[in-house]
């Protein structure tokens, strides 16, 4: 049973274009909500993450939007750059612990 | 700071054998994660290593056993290897705090043949 479920599978973004990416999770007990960017052969590494406490998050180009009530949370990349072309996964944790559950990932291709 | 490491970083093994990965954590970092990444699953957590000690562990079978080393170096090992096993092992360490920000290395692709 997937506990974040991620769409959509892959994007195709133009440059200067926003992405979005949403993901969705069941477990009311989810606290923290980080993204990884992963490139291949690469490890995934962290974006930005937020908790529940807050509607939204901004980090750069990066933002991430947070609805507790409907149990969802989305990515949103401001003016995509071919070199965001990657696959992102969002993930949840149960206080801060180290165990992720990872959506199942979205490959984004930008454009130029 | 140099990142988290892995060995070795590619592995070829056939069936009913065993492996072990290891994983040097950033300088520092105490707690050691391992998650399995496959096409159709997707990245799964294995388990986590805290001061030598197995602190939370995934939904895996008892094939897959880890441990952690004093100077916080961390091997995992599969024994009696299957098909399915075949994937990206990654490993992320993390300093301890309130929310732990994982680093993962670059994994070990194991090929089960």
């Known amino acids: 049973q997937q506990q974040v479920k991620q769409s959509p599978q892959s994007l195709i973004v133009q440059k200067g274009g926003i992405s979005i990416i949403n993901c969705a999770y069941e477990?009311?007990?989810?606290?923290?909500f980080p993204w990884y960017q992963q490139f291949p052969g690469k490890g995934p590494a962290l974006l930005i993450a937020?908790?529940?406490?807050?509607s939204e998050k901004k980090e750069g180009r990066f933002t991430i939007s947070f609805n507790k009530s409907a149990k969802q949370f989305s990515l949103h990349i401001m003016d995509s750059q071919p070199g965001d072309s990657a696959t992102y996964f969002c993930?949840?944790?149960?206080?801060?612990?180290?165990?992720?559950?990872f959506g199942t990932g979205t490959r984004l291709t930008v454009i130029p | 700071k140099a990142g988290v490491t892995q060995t070795p970083r590619y592995l070829i093994k056939t069936r009913g054998q065993q492996v072990t990965l290891s994983c040097s954590p950033i300088?520092?970092?105490?707690?050691v994660s391992w998650y399995q990444q496959t096409p159709g699953q997707g990245l799964q957590f294995l388990f986590e290593?805290?001061?030598?000690?197995?602190?939370n562990k995934g939904n895996f079978p008892g094939r897959f056993s880890g441990r952690q080393f004093s100077n916080s170096r961390s091997e995992m090992n599969v024994s009696t290897l299957e098909l399915g096993d075949s994937a990206l092992y990654l490993c992320?360490?993390?300093?301890?705090?309130?929310?732990?920000?994982?680093?993962f290395g670059p994994g070990t692709r194991l090929l089960v043949l």
């Open positions: 992320a360490s993390s300093f301890p705090g309130v929310r732990e920000t994982q680093y």
């Open positions: 937020i908790r529940p406490d807050v």
């Open positions: 993930a949840a944790s149960i206080g801060g612990a180290n165990n992720l559950f």
């Open positions: 290593y805290f001061s030598e000690t197995q602190r």
């Open positions: 300088s520092g970092h105490r707690s």
């Open positions: 477990n009311t007990a989810f606290d923290y």
